[in-house]
T-cell receptor, first 111, second 117 residues
Framework: GENVEQHPSTLSVQEGDSAVIKCTYSDSASNYFPWYKQELGKRPQLIIDIRSNVGEKKDQRIAVTLNKTAKHFSLHITETQPEDSAVYFCAANTKGEKLTFGTGTRLTIIP | GAVVSQHPSWVICKSGTSVKIECRSLDFQATTMFWYRQFPKQSLMLMATSNEGSKATYEQGVEKDKFLINHASLTLSTLTVTSAHPEDSSFYIC?????????????FGEGSRLTVL
């Protein structure tokens, strides 16, 4: 089955700086890679996703890049703000809609 | 966007009792729903795939007789934790995708926090 690894597990950055979180996956058949933001005690919220036919996608301060050959994808957050502090999960799909999640990254933005 | 609702949002029960959690897709039909479990400071672990009108598919290591899943309609899936024990205390989250679109995007319920005393 699919195996998704995520690094780092914790990340602290100064407000205004950029944050980068990286994930690797094992199943070459995976073709959908979403990123979720989860605040304490709440449901995961989709913040951006990318499909295997695209190498990069950007939405304001958030971008995701995908390298299918190397089987890795990354989340980039620029101009970080305190409200970006949360736990971020990457995921990869297997067999259609089934998602396998990474282990999560706790991002802390230091004011 | 599509809305998925879970109920209850939190529940406390005594050891040995059973607890039912409902997951509803409010504005779309979902032939497939997924149930996840999340322990504190850990990731979401897929427990099972709920299929409308047929048996659920359980992930390896998940006891199907302990976690009963019923998907009787296109908008409702239920998870029943039977004979709950303190180690079953966790955050249970369901999700569903838009059937037939093949987009892969999942919509999550609010989650249900179960505490077993």
């Amino acid at each position: 089955g699919e195996n998704v690894e995520q690094h780092p597990s914790t990340l602290s950055v100064q407000e205004g700086d950029s944050a980068v979180i990286k994930c690797t996956y094992s199943d070459s058949a995976s073709n959908y890679f979403p990123w979720y933001k989860q605040e304490l005690g709440k449901r995961p919220q989709l913040i951006i996703d990318i499909r295997s036919n695209v190498g990069e996608k950007k939405d304001q301060r958030i971008a995701v890049t995908l390298n299918k050959t190397a089987k890795h994808f990354s989340l980039h957050i620029t101009e970080t703000q305190p409200e970006d502090s949360a736990v971020y999960f990457c995921a990869a799909n297997t067999k259609g809609e089934k998602l396998t999640f990474g282990t999560g990254t706790r991002l802390t933005i230091i004011p | 966007g599509a809305v998925v609702s879970q109920h209850p949002s939190w529940v406390i029960c005594k050891s040995g009792t059973s607890v039912k959690i409902e997951c509803r897709s409010l504005d779309f039909q979902a032939t497939t729903m997924f149930w996840y479990r999340q322990f504190p400071k850990q990731s979401l672990m897929l427990m099972a795939t709920s299929n409308e009108g047929s048996k659920a598919t359980y992930e390896q290591g998940v006891e199907k007789d302990k976690f009963l899943i019923n998907h009787a309609s296109l908008t409702l899936s239920t998870l029943t934790v039977t004979s709950a024990h303190p180690e079953d205390s966790s955050f249970y989250i369901c999700s569903a995708g838009l059937a037939g679109t093949g987009t892969g995007e999942l919509f999550f319920g609010e989650g249900s926090r179960l505490t077993v005393l």
